[in-house]
């Protein structure tokens, strides 16, 4: 699977953003059973688990933290995942990847695939 982040940029505390993760198969369709999910990472700090959808079912898992601000969808017809973020705190900034793997997790080690990151920044 190759993945690939987009959508992040500097926002106001208090403001949205949506990311986008952009994936493909290698044989140009994602299986039902893959897990997509959004991790980020702050300086000096390891990376943490953010959100994750199940690509058939839709299912989705939030980080306490984020949950009820933060909404991971889905357009399968574009091969595609989103993190809407609302409500944006100074402790959101961080770079945010995506990754995909075959089986749901909150550590890196359950996903397989990784995107590049894209950088979220939030002014106070």
């Known amino acids: 699977v190759q993945l690939q982040a987009s959508g992040g940029g500097l926002v106001q505390a208090g403001g949205s953003l949506r990311l986008s993760c952009e994936a493909s198969?290698?044989?140009?369709?994602?299986?039902?059973?893959?897990?997509v999910g959004w991790f980020r990472q702050a300086p000096g700090k390891g990376r943490e688990f953010v959100a994750a959808i199940r690509w058939g079912s839709g299912i989705r898992y939030y980080e306490d933290s984020v949950r009820g601000r933060f909404t991971i969808s889905k357009n399968s017809a574009m091969s595609t995942v989103y993190l809407q973020m609302n409500s944006l705190k100074p402790d959101d900034a961080a770079v945010y990847y995506c990754a995909a793997g075959s089986r749901y997790g909150t550590t890196q080690d359950s996903y397989d695939f990784w995107g590049q990151g894209t950088q979220v920044t939030v002014s106070s």
């Open positions: 198969g290698s044989s140009g369709r994602i299986f039902s059973s893959t897990i």
